[in-house]
């Protein structure tokens, strides 16, 4: 059974871009989160889908968006990157009354 | 709203030897879970255990047991034998049991293992 997949593993982006990470969830999963990993902040909860809809969302501005298709795979979307951007991006996929299973993530770099 | 105390950012214990980890967490909601995940330096988020608030009995999974305190709010993690691939970062985080999927991370605690 395959696990969840992020792509890409590394991204190196300019101030004032914009960049989209993909996830694909673990089959059969429909719920899939999104976090942010920082040294300094920790792991934030960025937001939740569910069925093409988003359950939850974390304090993160505007410019930080997300998608699911029917397919449970899920984009976020960051616009107008900051350098404060720079971060691990988890994505993770569960079944309901579960814990996550999480892929490996991507590391966006901004510059 | 839940959050989850990790009071310890660094710890180290010699190899073989047993360490806990603390946890401590806030919440008014009496249904959830508990889980306690692993990062090791590839970055992939492990699943390590798991708790069911209802359950009273402790949750193990061979060399890992967690001592559940629902009262007293505390959930700690003990690593038994401790080997060199335990080294990592452990979060303990929290999942509501209704239908808020989030779930809430502590700040995590570095483990280190001395050969």
């Known amino acids: 059974k395959a696990g969840v997949t992020q792509t890409p593993r590394y991204l190196i982006k300019t101030r004032g871009q914009q960049v989209t990470l993909s996830c694909s969830p673990i089959?059969?999963?429909?719920?899939v989160s999104w976090y942010q990993q920082t040294p300094g902040q920790g792991l934030q909860f960025l937001f939740e889908y569910f069925s093409e809809t988003q359950r939850n969302k974390g304090n993160f501005p505007g410019r930080f968006s997300g998608r699911q298709f029917s397919n449970s795979r899920s984009e976020m979307n960051v616009s107008t990157l900051e350098l404060g951007d720079s971060a691990l991006y988890l994505c993770a996929s569960s079944p309901k009354d579960y814990g996550y299973t999480f892929g490996s993530g991507t590391r966006l770099t901004v510059v | 709203a839940q959050t989850v105390t990790q009071s310890q950012p660094e710890m180290s214990v010699q190899e073989a030897e047993t360490v806990t980890l603390s946890c401590t967490y806030d919440?008014?909601?009496?249904?959830?879970?508990l889980f306690w995940y692993k990062q090791p330096p590839s970055r992939q988020m492990i699943l390590v255990i798991r708790?069911?608030?209802?359950?009273?009995q402790n949750a193990t999974e061979n060399r890992f047991s967690v001592n559940f305190q629902k009262a007293a709010k505390s959930f700690s993690l003990k690593i038994s034998d401790s080997q060199l691939g335990d080294a990592a970062m452990y979060f303990c985080?929290?999942?509501?049991?209704?239908?808020?999927?989030?779930?809430?991370f502590g700040k995590g605690t570095r483990l280190h293992i001395l050969p």
């Open positions: 089959s059969g999963h429909r719920s």
């Open positions: 708790q069911e608030a209802y359950k009273q």
């Open positions: 985080a929290y999942r509501s049991a209704g239908r808020d999927d989030k779930i809430i």
């Open positions: 919440t008014s909601e009496s249904d959830y879970y």
